[in-house]
């Protein structure tokens, strides 16, 4: 069983609507966890970060950590033709030494916003 | 403004040569990293490196070997080439100090061995 699983759609969703991505993880260490953005044939881009368990919002974008759940969710509103892309979730324990910066991804999820 | 460049961006060769995959960062970053995408998209950590000392290590055959001459460089050399190897390799940095979920990752280099 993978750390980090995540479902990899494909989703197609029409212009306009509420996008809901999930990851659930097993390892209770992970305290960061991000959502990156990964356009084809280009390299992922960090969109949201939340440290611990709450709500993050920005512009459509709203990420949620559950961590006794063990669950996380991004959120997109309003969803756009230009929010095509695959969306990874990726955690992190944080803290120094050989965690540090080690980031475990989930598989990502292909979106598609068709107009 | 390139961020993360890598080179080469495409890469086709045989198996059993020796390549190299070439990093370099203009952010002033000091953390430099090598992931691994395979074809499902699976994205996994290989090496990180801060102010040139080897970090973080994953299970990887020694046939990947990381160097980083400078904070802001980063290479990776693989030698005798397999099948397995196919893939795309990202370059990330990042800077300490409790920023390193704050990657910014390079175009990839995709890696096709036949």
């Known amino acids: 069983q993978k750390e980090v699983e995540q479902d990899p759609g494909p989703l197609s969703v029409p212009e306009g609507a509420i996008v809901s991505l999930n990851c659930t993880y097993s390892?209770?260490?992970?305290?960061?966890f991000m959502w990156y953005r990964q356009y084809s044939r280009k390299g992922p881009e960090l969109l949201m970060y939340?440290?611990?368990?709450g709500n993050k919002e920005d512009g459509r974008f709203t990420a949620q950590v559950d961590k006794s759940s063990k669950y996380i969710s991004l959120f997109i509103r309003d969803s756009q033709p230009s929010d095509s892309a695959t969306y990874l979730c990726a955690m992190s324990a944080g803290a120094g030494g050989t965690s540090y910066g080690k980031l475990t991804f989930g598989q990502g999820t292909i979106l598609t916003v068709h107009p | 403004d390139t961020a993360v460049s890598q080179t080469p961006k495409y890469l086709v060769t045989q198996m059993g040569n020796d390549k190299s995959i070439k990093c370099e960062q203009n952010?002033?970053?000091?953390?430099m990293y090598w992931y691994k995408q395979d074809s499902k998209k699976f994205l996994k950590i290989m090496f990180s490196?801060?102010?040139?000392?080897?970090?973080i290590n994953e299970t990887v055959p020694n046939r990947f070997s990381p160097k980083s001459p400078d904070k802001a460089h980063l290479n990776l050399h693989i030698n005798s080439l397999e099948l397995g190897d196919s893939a795309v390799y990202f370059c990330?940095?990042?800077?300490?100090?409790?920023?390193?979920?704050?990657?910014?990752f390079g175009p990839g280099t995709r890696l096709t061995v036949t």
């Open positions: 490196y801060n102010n040139k000392e080897l970090i």
């Open positions: 939340t440290y611990s368990s």
């Open positions: 952010l002033g970053h000091d953390t």
């Open positions: 390892n209770s260490a992970f305290q960061y």
């Open positions: 990330a940095s990042s800077l300490t100090g409790g920023r390193g979920y704050e990657q910014y």
